[in-house]
């Protein structure tokens, strides 16, 4: 088994020092081009953001979603209910719970066969190019049936 090989985008928060001793096949970033990685990704673990949990989907690759806050914690949960990765709780990740989810997702065949399939639902769907249309169709039949009130009062 080749040995794997890890980006980790770290942001603007933290500085590399702080990370201590980074493994040899580890990269540290502070920004990823995230769709050209997930193309060549087994595995993603986020934080749970709609865009990355998409992104990762579009590309079918299964997650780890470890959610901080806000949304979060509701895409995790739906990314564990459809079968495309495992949640863990930020509150109560270790070395050990992270290790086991990975391994988990990377050796367990739904978790490899789902995360494709939503791909293909995704792109079936065609959202980039549905949405607009809809919400134009929205705004055109609220304006036949009545007008647009722009004041404030």
Same mark, same amino acid.
């Given at each position: 088994?080749? &040995?794997? +090989?890890?980006?980790?985008?770290?942001? *603007?928060?933290? =500085?590399?020092?702080?990370?201590?001793? !980074?493994?040899?096949?580890?990269?540290?970033?502070?920004?990823?081009?995230?769709? &050209?990685?997930?193309?060549? *990704? @087994?595995?993603?673990?986020?934080? @749970?953001?709609?865009?990355?949990?998409?992104?990762?989907?579009?590309?079918?690759? /299964?997650?780890?979603? !470890? /959610? !901080? %806050?806000?949304? +979060?914690?509701?895409?995790?949960?739906?990314?564990?209910?459809?079968?495309?990765? =495992?949640?863990?709780?930020?509150?109560?990740? %270790? !070395?050990?719970?992270?290790?086991?989810?990975? +391994?988990?997702?990377?050796?367990?065949? *739904?978790?490899?066969?789902? @995360?494709?399939?939503?791909? =293909?639902?995704?792109?079936?769907?065609?959202?980039?190019?549905?949405?607009?249309?809809?919400? =134009?169709?929205?705004?055109? +039949?609220?304006? @036949?049936?009545?007008?647009?009130?722009?004041?404030?009062?």
């Amino acid at each position: 088994m080749p &040995e794997i +090989q890890v980006v980790l985008a770290k942001g *603007s928060n933290i =500085e590399l020092a702080d990370l201590g001793v !980074i493994p040899s096949n580890v990269i540290v970033v502070d920004k990823a081009p995230q769709m &050209e990685l997930l193309k060549h *990704s @087994a595995l993603c673990i986020t934080h @749970a953001g709609l865009n990355t949990a998409l992104e990762a989907l579009i590309q079918g690759v /299964p997650m780890v979603a !470890i /959610p !901080i %806050s806000y949304d +979060q914690p509701g895409v995790a949960t739906r990314i564990a209910y459809h079968g495309v990765g =495992e949640f863990l709780e930020v509150d109560n990740i %270790s !070395i050990d719970s992270l290790h086991e989810s990975i +391994q988990k997702v990377l050796r367990t065949p *739904s978790y490899l066969e789902k @995360a494709p399939y939503f791909s =293909e639902v995704i792109a079936k769907r065609r959202g980039l190019d549905v949405a607009p249309e809809a919400i =134009e169709r929205a705004f055109e +039949q609220a304006i @036949a049936n009545r007008p647009l009130e722009l004041s404030r009062t």
